[in-house]
């Protein structure tokens, strides 16, 4: 069956750095371009980043432009979000999710066909 599974979350204090992981199983992982959404208490899940099938294309946030990085092994199925100089605003649930309807939806939550369960990251001021 289909698995998206996070991890590398975890307290960090702010200015530090985490490196989130992302194992794809059970689709052809190649095939999907891979997203990172987070969501914080009482607010809705907002888009982080995204990276096209092949990798060579990003998109990110304005709020984590130039701060967080997101990268892909397509021979490992795993995705990764390298997040450094983070602050207590940084703190959500993220999660992470494939996609197979097209770069130009990459920003829609409601357009990605799998999603893992979410890592919490939590940032201390």
């Known amino acids: 069956q289909v698995q998206l599974v996070e991890s590398g979350g975890g307290l960090v204090q702010a200015g530090g750095s985490l490196r989130l992981s992302c194992a794809a199983s059970g689709f052809t992982f190649s095939n999907y371009d891979m997203g990172w959404f987070r969501q914080a208490p009482g607010k809705e899940r907002e888009f982080v980043t995204a990276?096209?099938?092949?990798?060579?294309?990003?998109t990110y946030a304005d709020t984590v432009k130039g701060r967080f990085t997101i990268s892909r092994d397509n021979a490992k199925n795993t995705a990764y979000l390298q997040m450094n100089s983070l602050n207590p605003e940084d703190t959500a649930v993220y999660y992470c999710?494939?996609?197979?309807?097209?770069?130009?939806?990459?920003?829609?939550?409601?357009?990605?066909?799998?999603w893992g369960q979410g890592t919490q990251v939590t940032v201390s001021s």
């Open positions: 990276i096209i099938r092949s990798g060579a294309f990003t």
């Open positions: 999710a494939a996609t197979n309807v097209g770069w130009v939806f990459r920003r829609s939550p409601n357009q990605y066909n799998y």
